[in-house]
């Protein structure tokens, strides 16, 4: 199943001014195989914008950056640990103003082995995952939950915001086992989204964009109730240092006034 969520908001008003101010565009679905899943994304791409190089350049206009992990070396890869800021570097090919933090029980994080290198790939479960853009795949290690934080992908220490972030998933196969929650440079949530369920070994999307760079942090939970779940791209909106974001519309208040109900519309059409 695909589907193109064009406003999606519950009780947006009760999750602070700039839930009820921005309403995300969701693009969900699933599919068997990377060609069935790629339409999609592909979307998901074109509204975020063109790629840009990742290159440490200070501010960049709009457009995306993206993850597909193969530019990581076999020395961050199984059997060793992958450190979650290893893409928050200020030089290429490293530049990607992204960086995972453990949560929760979560003690770090592993990328799959490629072919050839003297470890199984796919953690040694070819029939749980599969890879969309091959070969590397990622997960947290000892838990299910991780943060997601955006940085200037010139400036390692300073925090940026983005208009958005998706993720393809892989063995998603128990229902509300894998969600994802976005947050504001002040911690108010703006949104959370399950993740669509799928067969075994199959693939699963999820991604949000705002109208504006609002969005500081992402939590994602991949795989409650044992269910073991992996990921493979990430795309995100281009990281914007917060002094360059534009404050949220007042018109927040009006929407507060309303009950903080709105309906969510829902665009549903399956995968071609």
């Known amino acids: 199943m695909r589907s193109i969520i064009l406003a999606a908001v519950a009780a947006a008003a009760l999750a602070g001014p700039a839930a009820a101010t921005h309403i995300p565009a969701v693009f ?56 979650g800021d290893f893409f928050n570097f200020p030089a290429f090919p490293r530049a990607r103003g992204i960086e995972f933090r453990e949560t929760g029980s979560t003690t770090g994080f592993e990328l799959s082995a490629n072919e050839g290198s003297g470890t199984p790939p796919l953690f040694d479960l070819d029939t749980d995952f599969q890879a969309f853009s091959p070969q590397r795949i990622f997960r947290p290690v000892g838990g299910d939950t ?30 509300f086992s894998t969600f994802m929650e976005f947050f504001d440079a002040d911690g108010d949530l703006l949104a959370s989204e399950f993740v669509e369920t799928a067969g075994d070994t199959e693939l699963s999307f ?67």
Request: charged share 20%; net charge negative.
């Open 28 to 83: 969900s679905g699933t599919a068997a195989d990377p060609d069935g899943l790629r339409p999609l994304v592909d979307e998901f791409r074109d509204a975020l914008g063109p790629l840009n190089a990742p290159q440490p350049l200070n501010v960049i206009s709009g457009g995306r950056r993206q993850i597909d992990w193969d530019a990581a070396p076999d020395f961050v890869s199984d059997p060793n640990p992958f450190p």
């Open 146 to 175: 991780f943060d997601v934080l955006f940085f200037n992908p010139a400036k390692p220490d300073e925090r940026a915001t983005s208009t958005g972030l998706g993720v393809v998933f892989t063995d998603v196969e128990q229902e």
């Open 206 to 272: 999820l991604g949000l964009i705002y109208d504006a760079p609002i969005v500081s942090r992402v939590s994602i939970t991949a795989g409650l109730f044992g269910d073991n779940v992996a990921m493979d791209d990430f795309i995100f909106g281009e990281p914007t240092p917060s002094q360059n974001v534009p404050l949220p519309a007042a018109g927040w208040m009006l929407m507060a006034g309303l009950g903080g109900l709105v309906a969510a519309r829902r665009a549903r059409r399956p995968v071609a």
